[in-house]
């Protein structure tokens, strides 16, 4: 069963901090990752995807990646009010294949 | 251009009818997927069309589940005797091609099963 497991949260951060996503994955054959941000009662929407190892950096956003230890993290530089939602974790085996998801973590920006 | 719609938005059926939920996906998007989200929980995948082809429906819960698009563009999935177990967000995705890592979903379908 392949699996992405993070953590339900809440996670309350402070504006103007830093918050810090974390999430693993089971299956060592999966080659592109992806954070997805939800508000309630929306449909998912992606921020960003990350198939290499190490980080990559989108304005306020990085994604950081570690395949050996199978782990996928993403940063939010400057936390706003705004980014409070659910965010989503999910791996992708190859291109174009079904996305597998983590439960979410819920993100609390505390103004 | 119009993003991902879904129809209904919102659907009340009572234990044991059959639903049919609607996917319109972005015009010209070859691969179609559909997901079920429960409350508090991630999208769990279902099932995923390239054109009018079914390429996998391994996460159809069961048999009562069916998918078709049967002319590549617009989708329906339909539950046939719906149970209580049954409700949720029912998400709708589509992505360009093969050579493409978004996905794009549509607003969902909440259906609700009394």
């Known amino acids: 069963q392949k699996e992405v497991e993070q953590n339900s949260g809440p996670l309350s951060v402070p504006e103007g901090a830093i918050a810090s996503l974390n999430c693993t994955y089971s299956?060592?054959?999966?080659?592109?990752f992806f954070w997805y941000r939800q508000y309630s009662g929306k449909s998912p929407e992606l921020i960003m995807f990350i198939y290499s190892n190490g980080d990559k950096e989108d304005g306020r956003f990085t994604a950081q990646l570690n395949k050996a230890s199978q782990y996928v993290s993403l940063l939010i530089r400057d936390s706003q009010p705004s980014d409070s939602a659910t965010y989503l974790c999910?791996?992708?085996?190859?291109?174009?294949?079904?996305?597998?998801f983590g439960k979410g973590t819920r993100l609390h920006i505390l103004p | 251009g119009a993003g991902v719609s879904q129809s209904p938005r919102y659907k009340v059926a009572k234990r044991g009818q059959d639903v049919a939920l609607r996917c319109d996906p972005i015009?010209?998007?070859?691969?179609l997927f559909w997901y079920q989200q429960a409350l508090g929980q991630g999208p769990e995948f279902l099932t995923y069309f390239q054109n009018e082809a079914q390429l996998d429906k391994s996460g159809l819960p069961s048999d009562r589940f069916f998918a078709e698009r049967p002319e590549g563009s617009v989708s329906t999935l339909k539950i046939q005797r719906t149970q209580q177990e049954d409700s949720a967000v029912y998400l709708c995705?589509?992505?360009?091609?093969?050579?493409?890592?978004?996905?794009?979903f549509g607003p969902g379908t909440r259906l609700t099963v009394t």
């Open positions: 015009s010209g998007h070859v691969s």
């Open positions: 995705a589509s992505s360009l091609g093969t050579a493409t890592y978004e996905q794009y």
């Open positions: 999910a791996a992708q085996m190859n291109r174009d294949d079904k996305i597998i």
């Open positions: 299956d060592r054959g999966s080659q592109s």
